[in-house]
């Protein structure tokens, strides 16, 4: 390594939040409680937010620096030399259409009259499969999720790919699991509500019906770790099979307007609930269906429609389901909606307010060091033969990165907004992007497009452009600093970048190669020695009991790729920070605020993932979500770490302590 890639700065920025620490607790015992103990006791969930920690602080902020951009686009959007600025006017008319809640709010239910009415007018199956499909172009659930992604097995073409759908619930598991009984019960009360809120009769019995055909939908769904499974999920189909499988999918591609060219070939993630679909179909009654579909309408519309349906919605999705305590206002329910429709027009605007030159370019000497960590780690397992290496180490060669924004943007131009519809805004919006996802078939895999906005706190890794992409508004701190120290960087964004480039190794991620083919490219002894060590981690997992839900296990299994990613994204970013100390000449960095540079590395770390939820959220996410709760992701991986204990010289009998033998090193 160069020392042009060194990150050592001489600010003398805060790196730790000192205050945000209790005292009380040891580092040795608790990492987790030791560096934010302070601030988990006295921080408070929002009462329209689930949980609220580090990131969601950051996504606070970015919220409020959007709704800046958009006021101002409302307020001018004239350009320089007076011609009308068509990205901000597109902004403004979204925004102010949302805004607009007399409007909205004498309009009741009018705004989906029609389509209520055209629903009940199907006369057969076939018909309302047809008028589905035209729903799903305009944004409605249906039956089966359906877009655009690269093809597994030939990751240089776009193929049209279909997932499961149609439940109104989290998972297939409210369906089948005693312990959601009660929950299922409240929620089919809930949508004879909704379907009352339509002016529909008979609402009660209608709702029975729909969750009686949701049963019947979940019981052909996948589970969350088999959906994880990528080989299992590649299932290409040509148009002839995909229609013999499943003759009913016809009416629903032709009411979609997905014309032949862009279904010659498909991918199936779950060819199994596609058969089973049909089934389903074919045995319900017309009747059960429309009340199906009618709820769909209303879900999907219901967030834009009057504030009956605004209140109805929120009091299951989000009181029942994740315990929040208050409706999100208005302004910030006004973003999400614009942000969803021109993502890409507001970022422009975000990154040249919010992103210097600066922290690109320290962004991009983090990823250079966490890749050639990397490859010094890869070189050095003792786990892996010389062969699978040589491959791993092609594979790494081959990563590209993406910092900040997109070199090319999304063009808008064809997207036709008006200044007080909300509900033709929502669903020209969805058109948009439908079209735009059929349009990925035709062009092929784009290089360049982004996959989150610059204003979006996150990152992500796609294992079939085998790319890691760090947006704008997750590169400030905690996570990030341009004048902050090296090893608070290390300790955070570091790992997140190492934990991106982990994904292209996790379970998952390591069945592709480097072009991003699904391709066996490991020997059979390392893959077993591979599954051996991820073996390990998945009973460590298994193990954890979140405190907010005392009675739920994470799910080793579900959460093993992220993990996995957490794991060697510290351990990675540990080894890039240790040859960033050489590539200056250093063996240790200095002393600051009380900590020597290993320590603040793993309060940076630490500090990343404070976080509160409540019960219901985290009962919510345990069940869904392939991310461990924050404690278990900032303690379970510093304890398989000999460089945390070294840290804090950590001993047998403390609650950090893992027995040597028991720590796991994959990466």
């Keep these: ?40 006791s006295t921080a408070q969930i929002p009462a329209d937010q689930g949980s609220y920690g580090s990131f969601m602080a950051l996504r606070d902020d970015s919220e409020a620096a959007v709704k800046a951009i958009i006021e101002e686009a409302q307020a001018n959007s004239m350009a320089d030399d007076g011609s009308v600025d068509e990205r901000k006017k597109r902004i403004a008319n979204l925004y102010s259409s949302f805004m607009d809640e007399e409007r909205i709010e004498a309009n009741g239910v009018e705004p989906i009259r029609e389509d209520l009415a055209a629903i009940y007018a199907t006369e057969s199956i076939t018909e309302l499969i047809k008028l589905s499909g035209s729903f799903y172009r305009r944004g409605v659930s249906g039956f089966i999720q359906a877009g655009a992604s690269s093809d597994a097995g030939s990751p240089e073409r776009n193929l049209l790919t279909l997932m499961q759908g149609g439940l109104g619930l989290p998972d297939e598991s409210y369906y089948r699991e005693e312990q959601f009984a009660e929950l299922l019960r409240e929620y089919q009360e809930h949508l004879g509500r909704l379907l009352a809120l339509g002016e529909l009769t008979d609402t009660e019995a209608a709702a029975a019906d729909v969750v009686a055909l949701e049963t019947l939908l979940a019981s052909h769904h996948w589970d969350r770790v088999k959906c994880r499974d990528a080989q299992a999920r590649y299932n290409l189909l040509t148009a002839e099979g995909l229609l013999e499988d499943i003759p009913s999918l016809a009416s629903w591609l032709d009411g979609a307007g997905i014309e032949p060219k862009y279904f010659a070939e498909v991918d199936v993630w779950q060819p199994s609930y596609l058969k089973g679909l049909e089934d389903v179909l074919n045995a319900q009654p017309l009747a059960a269906w429309q009340h199906w579909l009618a709820v769909q309408l209303i879900r999907s519309n219901a967030p834009y429609l009057s504030s009956a349906f605004v209140n109805e919605n929120f009091s299951f999705y989000s009181a029942k389901l994740s315990g929040v305590q208050a409706l999100r206002e208005r302004w910030k329910r006004g973003v999400a909606f614009t942000e969803g429709a021109v993502g890409e027009d507001i970022g422009q605007l975000y990154v040249a307010a919010h992103f210097p030159q600066r922290s690109k370019d320290l962004m991009e000497a983090l990823v250079t060091n966490l890749i050639d960590a990397y490859r010094l780690s890869i070189g050095e397992l003792t786990w892996m033969s010389p062969e699978t290496k040589s491959k791993a180490l092609e594979k790494l060669s081959m990563f590209r990165s993406k910092i900040g924004y997109p070199n090319e943007w999304i063009d808008y131009s064809s997207l036709s907004t008006v200044d007080g519809n909300v509900i033709t805004n929502i669903a020209a919006a969805n058109e948009f992007e439908f079209l735009r996802e059929l349009k990925k078939i035709e062009d092929g895999v784009d290089r360049e497009l982004w996959f989150m906005y610059p204003q979006t706190v996150n990152a992500y890794y796609h294992p079939l452009l085998n790319e890691i992409a760090f947006p704008a508004a997750i590169l400030r701190t905690p996570f990030f600093g341009a004048d902050r120290d090296a090893a608070s960087n290390y300790g955070a964004i570091g790992a997140v970048i190492g934990h991106e480039i982990g994904h292209g190794f996790d379970d998952q991620g390591s069945q592709f190669d480097g072009t991003g083919e699904l391709k066996n490219w490991w020997t059979d002894e390392d893959r077993e020695a591979f599954e051996s060590l991820t073996g390990k981690l998945v009973e460590q997992y298994d193990a954890l009991v979140p405190s907010e839900a005392p009675d739920h296990h994470v799910n080793g299994k579900l959460t093993l790729g992220e993990n996995i990613g957490d794991l060697g994204g510290l ?36 500090e990343a993932w404070r976080t509160l939820t409540r019960q219901e959220t985290m009962i919510t996410r345990i069940t869904t979500d392939p991310h461990s709760p924050g404690e278990f992701r900032c303690n379970q991986v510093p304890k398989n770490m000999d460089a945390f204990h070294e840290a804090f010289g950590t001993k047998p009998g403390d609650g950090m302590w893992l027995d040597p033998e028991d720590r796991v090193r994959i990466w």
């Design 571 to 606: 351990s990675i970013a540990y080894t890039a920070y240790k040859l960033d100390l050489a590539a200056r000449g250093l063996d240790s960095d200095d002393v600051i605020d009380g900590l020597n540079g290993d320590q603040r590395f793993f309060y940076a770390w630490a």
């Design 1 to 40: 390594m160069s020392t042009d890639s060194s990150i050592a700065t001489n600010s003398a920025e805060p790196t730790a939040e000192v205050n945000h620490r209790d005292n009380n607790v040891r580092a040795q015992d608790d990492l987790y409680r030791h560096a934010n103990g302070a601030w988990l």
